[in-house]
């Protein structure tokens, strides 16, 4: 992963959203705003695109978690800004280009890797549980087809799937809300977080200080 980073394995990734190549915020405004020495852009879907893909991924679970619809036009990239590492934005830049910036994320490796494991963990147990969900369908549905090709086995016919669901209840419910928890608690250190301006006397209105918002 470190061809995605980098060299020292550590960099700022910034999700960018544009229909065209000219609505992207020029890297001489971001060096700017940012206090970057530099930076570069890449297309999202190709250098590293699974390693975009994998942080849009995430997006995507945050807003199934929070029970949000799901709208991939609002989280698939077009683009990434990549720069040095603990990047913060700032007031200034969340409002000039909150159109274009869909997330930002002070990454590493090794944080990346986590990911990797959290989001492998998040879709395995929704897998279990949606195991669950289709027994009792296909229960119910293969109890309909019996009647319909006139089979007498009680079994099939009316399997007694109350019950069945009074023993499964809640399963998995334990492990999926642990696994919830890490995969917010992965977002919630490594989002890229705006900094508010010092309010004391003399400071420079573009320094950082205490986390205000998110992108």
């Known amino acids: 992963m470190?061809?995605?980073?980098?060299?020292?394995?550590?960099?700022?990734?910034?999700?960018?959203?544009?229909?065209?190549?000219?609505?992207?915020?020029?890297?001489?405004d971001l060096k700017k705003l940012l206090h970057i020495p530099d930076g570069r852009y890449y297309k999202s879907a190709g250098r590293?695109?699974?390693?975009?893909?994998?942080i849009e991924r995430l997006l995507a679970i945050l807003r199934n978690?929070?029970?949000?619809?799901?709208?991939?036009?609002?989280?698939?990239s077009t683009d990434y800004?990549?720069?040095?590492?603990?990047?913060?934005?700032?007031?200034?830049?969340?409002?000039?280009?909150?159109?274009?910036v869909i997330?930002?994320?002070?990454?590493?490796?090794?944080?990346?890797?986590d990911l990797e494991a959290r989001i492998n963990a998040y879709a395995f147990i929704a897998g279990m549980r949606s195991d669950i969900t289709r027994m009792v369908e296909v229960l119910s549905r293969n109890s309909e087809s019996a009647v319909e090709k006139g089979f007498k086995d009680l079994t099939i016919l009316n399997p007694n799937?109350?019950?069945?669901?009074?023993?499964?209840?809640g399963y998995g419910d334990a492990q999926f809300a642990?696994?919830?928890?890490?995969i917010e608690d992965w977002y919630e250190t490594y989002r890229w977080k705006?900094?508010?301006?010092?309010?004391?006397?003399?400071?420079?209105?573009?320094?950082?200080?205490?986390d205000a918002a998110v992108i």
Not at 65 to 76: F, S
Not at 178 to 182: A, G, N, T
Request: with cysteine; net charge neutral; aromatic share 6%.
């Open 2 to 28: 470190s061809e995605f980073l980098g060299p020292h394995g550590k960099a700022t990734i910034i999700l960018i959203r544009s229909h065209f190549d000219s609505e992207l915020p020029r890297l001489k």
């Open 48 to 54: 590293s695109s699974h390693q975009i893909f994998k």
């Open 65 to 76: 978690i929070r029970g949000e619809e799901v709208d991939w036009r609002k989280i698939k």
């Open 81 to 100: 800004l990549i720069t040095v590492a603990e990047v913060h934005s700032n007031l200034f830049m969340a409002l000039k280009y909150a159109a274009q």
């Open 103 to 113: 997330e930002g994320f002070n990454l590493t490796d090794a944080a990346l890797t």
């Open 161 to 169: 799937i109350p019950a069945l669901q009074e023993i499964l209840a």
């Open 178 to 182: 642990q696994i919830c928890r890490d």
């Open 194 to 210: 705006v900094q508010a301006p010092l309010s004391s006397k003399g400071a420079d209105k573009d320094d950082q200080t205490a």
